[in-house]
């Protein structure tokens, strides 16, 4: 064989070894069907961790709230309490004094069910 021959049979060669490495490299690189699951798995976890975190906050402020209602509600309770008292003792007061105190408008319907008295 001549040089020339030699040199056109090793670039053939090298073409097809080329070829073949490109081929196998594009497989390579392909992402596969189970790549693009795990994928999407990890994109749909992390959203679900950031919306757990968002919902967390969330009621962390709402638990907040809420306890600030029920302190309210109490000292409300407690200012309710005395104010009866007050209102009994002053009606007594005017009994006592042979008087007649006036008398009470009636009670709205939204607060019958929290006034449970007879002043």
């Known amino acids: ?47 679900m961790r950031k919306e757990i975190g968002r919902q967390a906050g969330r009621l962390d402020e709402l638990e907040a709230a809420a306890e600030v209602q029920e302190k309210r509600l109490e000292g409300a309770g407690v200012a309710i309490s005395y104010l009866i008292g007050r209102v009994r003792g002053l009606t007594d007061w005017v009994r006592a004094a042979g008087l007649e105190p006036p008398v009470a408008p009636p009670i709205p319907e939204r607060a019958r069910e929290f006034i449970h008295h007879d002043v």
């Open 1 to 47: 064989m001549s040089v020339e021959m030699w040199t056109a049979v090793s670039s053939g060669v090298v073409g097809v070894a080329s070829a073949g490495a490109a081929v196998w490299t594009g497989r390579a690189a392909r992402r596969t069907r189970r790549d693009h699951r795990r994928d999407d798995f990890t994109v749909v976890t992390d959203a």
